[in-house]
């Protein structure tokens, strides 16, 4: 609101530092419960601390976190101030969670696998092989049970979750040979995290975890065979497509990665409901950007990559993906065998996701199947 | 917040009712613009009637209307209350877009395609036959230019546009004979509005505008031979699967329908910072929850219908997609000739789509001929 609008208004104001309490006239310092909201607004002043696991400035989910604290900032009337740390710059990315849980910094940002080692049930609001994509995955969490069991799983380390964004279909990845067999795996040396690197070591490949700013050189000089990263428009940044004599595949091990926001509990519960909603509301709006930038950005950078390199688009065979498919049973069922919370919340989606393929085939697939790029 | 807990944050507050503006101390009248965000909020209260175009309590529809206006009345700490009407409570349903055009109510919600007749642009912002999806549409609004369009269609008639819900592919109706070639379609009688039922006349087809609460008896009684409505969810609560021998279709005509509210565009120009985002927020909050809910909620009563009945699922043969498709080709040429601002918004639509579908068939078509219901 531009100073001269709000003179127009013409209303009383309150600014949003302390106000004398003996202004506030005494009918106005209880509030109507009449709509269940909190019929006034506490001028107490937040500066909060968001740390993320993105490298500083990182394409859509650094970006999103500016946005996030932007809009919280308009929302509450300029009364939270988040200031946004890349991963590093306040503290190593990947001590986000335990920074958040301990009430050093305030909110987090990262990809919920990422904390696996917190607890292995982590993973699932992230994204499993072969498992849901981001509608489905959007849908078991916000109509289907998956939030609160997140939030379960989360309170254990003083922290409340938010679905803060979604990657669509991760790419499966660039290869220097072409995949026809489950025999190609044999040997290859790939940089393949998480779950789906246990799946491809069970297919006789070696799983490596290359940091990101090591992956091209390491794909340059032979180190590795082959790398997932997310898809065209952080790939292209990557440069992978100047590297000669490239196959890309599509994806089968995130089939749609949930991103996250998540609060320090203690911090979170203290709030007012007004700025409670105001956080639920600024991460579901961040979903949707999220979402979006890669589904837009996603389809014009692949357009750009065909165009300026040899790259040949591939798709595996159904044997290696039904091959694939039994290799990650067995890796989950290994992981929800000794932990009982990770069981409940796979039993979960596992139940969602089995429901959602049957309309998917109706509906989604079907949809698929009949659109042409002419 | 509850009571006992606004005293023990202890700090000067402020009613949402009128405060002498004397009170406030001189050096708060204004606001920092460091960070963009007015650093005041006004204490202006504000009702406003919010006219949906939906039957009163209507399922997942109307519903998010009344979360919408709870979401907003907490996230502005009260400051906001709304009033939801159903169609037909305060003007009759289709009456919404002028109602909120003219002021004489605030906020409407419905379908854009509803406003076909006021502008023929407007249908591209709802759902198009053969088009893009849930997922492409959204990112088409968000990142690719189309809520630009959508506001500078809307502009015209005093009106700001939100996007505030997907309802998912919409299954293609229930039939009463099988659908084997095109010429299955010469002398249907089909329920089936929109551009739909043009490219279906151009099949032979007679497509009838049967008001939904008609829709049964003259399904029961063989008025209409067949009829789209919206998804399992929707249909199981109209009883459809109870008329004997129905077949139910994929569906090709709506495959991603996008919801809507609109704001009267004085009435939010006037607002200060926050409440406009706290609208935007709110709305793509309630575009999350509409599409989860239809996930999650078709998903399961599609379970119900082929338990409870003897409907059989079926597939259009391909040979008539390609036909539909084509006569869709020609309705979508028909409606832009002669209005330039409908051939602007449809050539950036259809940029995008094209760039969505060649995305697609490496990631979410890839996804979808993948999964198993196992």
Redesign the interface.
Known sequence: ?K?K??LK?G???????????S???E??????ES??????????KYRWKLVTTWPPKFPVLGEIADLYA??I???????I?IKVYGGGEFVPALEAFDAVSSGSADIGCGGPYYWVGKSPAAQFFASVP?GM????S???????GGMELWREVYAKFNLVPF?GGNT??Q?GGWFNREINSIDDYKGLKMRMPGMAGKVIEKAGAAAMLTPGSEIYTNLERGVIDATEWV??YHDYKMGFHKIAKYYYY???HE??TNLEFFVNKKLYD?L???L???M???S??A???V??????????Y??KILAESDVQ?K?FPKEV?SKL?EYTKETIEEAIANDPLSKKVYTSYNN?A?????????????????????
Chains 1, 2 share one sequence.
């Open positions: 609101m100073r609008d709000f208004i209303l009383g104001t309150l600014g949003a530092a302390t106000i004398a309490s202004c506030v006239p009918d106005n310092q209880g509030y109507t709509n269940g909201a909190p019929n006034v607004i506490s001028n107490r932007k809009w900032n308009e929302m509450s009337g300029g009364r101030e072969f994509n981001a509608q489905q959007a849908a078991w969490l916000i109509s289907g679905l669509g279909v790419m898809g065209p599509p994806g089968w089939p749609g203290s007012p409901t007004d409670q909603t105001i639920d509301a600024a579901l709006k979903h949707s950007w979402l979006g930038e890669f589904e837009a950005k996603n389809g014009s692949l357009e688009l798709a993906l498919r969602f089995k429901q959602s393929q049957k309309w998917s085939i109706l509906t989604e697939k079907a949809f698929y199947n009949t659109v042409q790029p002419d």
